[in-house]
């Protein structure tokens, strides 16, 4: 991995939720890279296996259902054994369910046979909010209990969904924009016990979950796809390095230390473009 700078973490025991995904998996790697002791927490257990055995001995992978606060307080305990108190979280678990996403942008009453708002699953938002919203909380109530008395950094995984909610997903929108609220909170309220706490918001990156939304069945790009990029105005999606920078920055406490609250876009454009 070629990272686009270096920071010293050697000091860092830091927890990842959602670790084995595509984005996630890659922080994992950059934080080892500098130096820290990362935990991989997914409910995947072969994925964050295989992510842990690539990165060696600064690695551990615990099979973790962020959504059973049991499970959370267990995998606290496997942490504490193996590399000491937790001082860094990220709250990378969240996702979208097809339960909770409309077929059409725009009500056409006129439509038949169409997914429409009045026909979602009302199981499917609250999967969406207790995946994204639940999990932070919960995950944050457990892992985080240490840091009152040490200090910390926590890094919550937003979207652009929070600055400007995209059409078909309203449930996912309505979640990363409480993640974001979330984090602004959790920064004041931790503020006198030396814990920092930002969010990181990514634009459009092409992952597992949304590669079928964005092309085709030949690998051809979506009418989706045609509508991201001519909002983004560098015209791309993003790579996992452009996210490397801006999570090392805020991993650092020389280099962010008086940064709380904070949602940074990593975004090509897209949050300031009004589209004219």
């Known amino acids: 991995m070629k990272l686009p ?15 084995g995904g595509v984005l996630i998996s890659e922080f994992a ?11 991989l927490l997914d409910i995947n257990e072969k994925a ?14 615990v099979k973790t259902n962020c959504l059973d606060k049991q499970n959370i307080i267990d995998a606290k305990k496997i942490i504490d054994e193996k590399f000491g108190k937790i001082n860094f979280l990220i709250n990378g678990a969240g996702g979208n369910n097809p339960k ?10 006129d439509l038949d046979g169409i997914k429409d708002f009045f026909s979602l699953d009302e199981t499917g938002l609250k999967f969406v909010f207790d995946l994204n919203i639940m999990t932070a909380f919960m ?5 985080a209990k240490d840091m009152v008395k040490t200090g910390g ?17 309203p449930a996912y929108s309505a979640a990363k924009a409480g993640i974001s609220n979330f ?10 016990c030396n814990i920092r706490v930002n969010a990181i918001a990514p634009g459009f990156f092409v992952t597992n979950q949304n590669r079928s939304l964005l092309f085709d069945e030949k ?21 996992v390095s452009d996210l490397l920078g801006t999570l090392l920055w805020l991993s650092s406490d020389a280099a962010s230390g008086f940064i709380t609250g904070s949602l940074i876009a990593v975004d090509g454009g897209f949050a300031a473009y009004s589209g004219v």
């Open 29 to 39: 790697k950059a934080l080892a890279e500098c130096g820290a002791k990362v935990a």
């Open 5 to 19: 700078f270096k920071i010293d973490l050697s000091d860092k025991i830091v927890a990842i939720t959602g670790a």
């Open 219 to 239: 690998g051809e790009p979506t009418a989706r796809t045609g509508k991201i990029l001519s909002g983004t105005p560098q015209k791309r999606f993003g790579e």
């Open 48 to 61: 964050v296996k295989d992510i842990a055995e690539q990165i060696g001995e600064n690695a551990i992978a």
């Open 139 to 143: 995950v944050t109530q457990i892992l």
């Open 100 to 109: 909770a996403t409309c077929e059409n942008e725009y009500m056409t009453p």
């Open 153 to 169: 950094n926590i890094i919550n995984i937003s979207s652009m969904n929070a600055f400007r909610p995209l059409t078909k997903i």
């Open 183 to 192: 984090t602004e909170w959790l920064a004041v309220h931790f503020a006198p």
